[in-house]
């Protein structure tokens, strides 16, 4: 994607460039071009304003957790729940309490809204960390792969196919106890030892779609005259790769994270599912794996969980897509 | 195209070595006890437990222990747990911690459930994704188009765990229109089988159906403006040939490479619906192994994946070269 590329585009298109002074458009930056599109993208508003108030929850779970009244984790199977571990007060056998609006959970007698609140903090927080590493990962990766000719390259498309070939599931649910086990030992990790292990396990598996990307990009930058230049005026190796090729990889980079965010959101609620995930803390996927045998007399245990996954999931994709249209000099909108 | 086959044969066997390796290493360096796991310590004394590592060989360096555990796999082996001793006959992947039985007799019968819930899957995901595609493509910009692709991406947004999940608890538990009796044998009756794995299927190929049906359409599109179509059409040859014979052909080569990537993940991906539908596939024994670190067991289902996806990556390398004679010669 070249200035001018962008530039042509953005003059055509009356709904993307409002004002008709060119003289104007002429200093916009590549970057400056694709977010004043995505701007003007009511459908990407719209599902970054639903991020937005996730994060919103996520930051201030515990605020909200005050302003309604409900903790987190102090549910009590003696007080809370009765001799048929029914919860006593709130739904499946009651009615609406503002006590707790979405109910306690049978068995343990935790508050539900308390744990959906949290639940979106553990989603939001492994899904980010982990995509970030796996960003770099990717991206330090593709650098390597696509600028060095001969072993690096070969040596990290290996890499590439070997981690592609893993079954990722069976490893991941293989190796996630041991990095448990072994990091429990850790005082210092011992409540974060499944957090950490699981954000390991996604970071291992999550950059090698990045990392192919990248080097693609790469192997025909490389070619151009300002990286000759660059060379030619002696600049080191890892200059060019960080001063001169990264700027020209944002794009990518960008549409990537942004489309790779929500399937770790899915990935985390998978892996809790099969009994890898965070434990000790609350979590939308372990919430729903307590709640699959109560779906027919409790539904909306199990339905808060799936209903933040998916909504959340979905706003990501919509905006993730948006974000891809918005840098792609060549979409119609 | 010979030293195509050659170059791809090399580097699949080179895949399957390093995996084959991080699976035993795995076994010696793993933080998880093997001796425990077999005999916990109020059963077995200390000594007992030593005495176990001692015969499974733990100290060894593990080019000794990949040797074993390799040619175990060809010749068959003996394996000794303290005082007792199990011939384990080729293929070896060792003797079950936990039921003290040879793993491959152990889940041999399970490799069939597994194929059986990918395959059909896969073959669903291709009847329900590829036609949808070809239709939202033939109709592009209408109001049909717009509704089916947005309809695919509401689909995408739902884990597909808990698609699968929802179809469960919905259809079989709760309307009880599709049986829930898990896997019943191929070779006792065709029909029974497919019977009860057709909600698996369904609700498997529905949900990984609709990547397949955005990518058709962007290729079909993308055909359908190829010169040699609109060679077709003023030709005068009637549209069903040109949609079929001419832009089918060429959008189906990118599917099938994609597909062939897939399959992998979607082999994996039947963990849950083994989980979820209860069919005693590889992926529920390697769940329940992972539970009671019944080592040999995981190590023998991530090993038999891994062979498994390699080779169908390989088969899909070989077929989209003859598809496409520019994989061929370049």
Request: charged share 15%; hydrophobic share 50%; glycine share 8%.
């Amino acid at each position: 994607m070249t200035v001018s590329e962008v530039l042509i585009k953005g003059g055509r298109d009356p709904e993307i460039n409002p004002e008709p002074s060119s003289s104007e458009v002429a200093g916009r930056s590549p970057m400056r071009i694709a977010m004043d599109r995505l701007r003007s993208d009511k459908v990407a508003m719209v599902c970054a304003g639903i991020v937005l108030v996730f994060v919103l929850i996520a930051i201030f779970a515990p605020l909200l957790c005050k302003l309604f009244g409900v903790e987190v984790r102090a549910g009590d199977p003696v007080t809370d729940t009765d001799s048929f571990n029914y919860p006593v007060i709130g739904p499946p056998n009651y009615g609406f309490t503002w006590e707790a609006p979405l109910g306690l959970e049978p068995n343990s007698g935790n508050d539900l809204l308390a744990e959906w609140f949290y639940g979106a903090r553990t989603s939001l927080l492994v899904a980010t960390v982990a995509t970030i590493v796996s960003t770099i990962v990717g991206v330090v990766l593709g650098l390597i792969a696509g600028y060095s000719r001969g072993w690096g390259d070969r040596l990290v498309t290996f890499a590439t196919d070997l981690f592609l070939t893993l079954p990722f599931l069976l490893v991941a649910i293989a190796v996630s106890p041991m990095l448990v086990e072994r990091w429990k030992e850790n005082p210092a990790m011992l409540d974060n030892a499944s957090l950490i292990a699981l954000i390991v396990i996604l970071s291992v598996f999550g950059w090698m779609g990045l990392a192919r990307l990248i080097r693609g990009e790469v192997v025909s930058l490389r070619e151009r005259e300002f990286i000759e230049a660059a060379r030619v005026l002696g600049m080191p190796t890892h200059r060019i790769l960080f001063r001169e090729l990264l700027p020209n990889l944002v794009a990518p980079i960008v549409v990537s994270f942004s489309l790779s965010l929500p399937a770790t959101i899915a990935a985390e609620a998978t892996l809790a599912y099969l009994g890898v995930g965070v434990t000790g803390r609350p979590s939308w996927g372990q919430t729903i794996l307590r709640a699959q045998n109560w779906f027919d007399e409790y539904p909306l245990f199990l339905y808060a969980p799936i209903v933040g996954i998916v909504v959340l999931v979905f706003a990501l994709n919509l905006l993730g897509d948006a974000i891809r249209d918005a840098f792609d000099p060549k979409s119609f909108r | 195209m010979f030293g195509f086959v050659v170059r791809r044969l090399i580097s699949a066997l080179l895949v399957l070595f390093v995996i084959s390796v991080a699976v035993v290493a795995l076994f010696t360096y793993g933080p998880s006890d093997p001796a425990d796991a077999m005999c916990p310590e109020p059963k077995c004394t200390a000594e007992r437990q030593d005495a176990i590592r001692e015969a499974l060989n733990l100290e060894a360096p593990i080019y000794v222990q990949y040797g074993e555990y390799m040619s175990g796999i060809v010749n068959g082996r003996e394996i000794a747990f303290g005082s007792e001793s199990y011939d384990c006959d080729a293929p070896c992947f060792g003797v079950s911690f936990i039921y003290r039985v040879n793993v491959w007799d152990d889940i041999k019968d399970r490799i069939g459930p597994t194929v059986s819930v990918a395959v059909g899957a896969g073959v669903t995901i291709l009847l329900i994704g590829v036609p949808i595609g070809m239709f939202a493509a033939r109709r592009r910009g209408s109001s049909a188009d717009k509704a089916v692709i947005g309809a695919t991406l509401v689909i995408e947004s739902i884990p597909y765990y808990l698609f699968v999940l929802l179809a469960f608890l919905y259809l079989a538990v709760g309307a009880g229109i599709f049986p829930q009796d898990g896997y019943q044998p191929l070779t006792d009756s065709p029909l029974k089988w497919a019977w009860a794995l057709l909600l698996p299927w369904l609700a498997l190929g529905l949900v990984n159906s609709s990547k397949y049906a955005r990518f058709t359409r962007g290729s079909m599109i993308e055909a359908f403006n190829e010169d040699y179509v609109r060679t077709a059409r003023s030709k005068g040859l009637p549209e069903r040939t040109i949609v079929n014979k001419h832009a089918l052909r060429a959008a189906v080569v990118p599917i099938v490479t994609i597909f062939g990537l897939d399959f992998g993940a979607l082999l994996t991906g039947t963990i849950f619906t083994e989980k979820i539908f209860g069919i005693n596939g590889l992926g529920l024994r390697a769940l329940d192994a992972v539970g009671q670190s019944d080592l040999p067991v995981i190590e023998a289902t991530t090993l038999i994946s891994a062979v498994i996806i390699v080779i169908t990556n390989l088969v899909v390398d070989l077929f989209y070269s003859v598809l496409d004679p520019r994989v061929r010669l370049s």
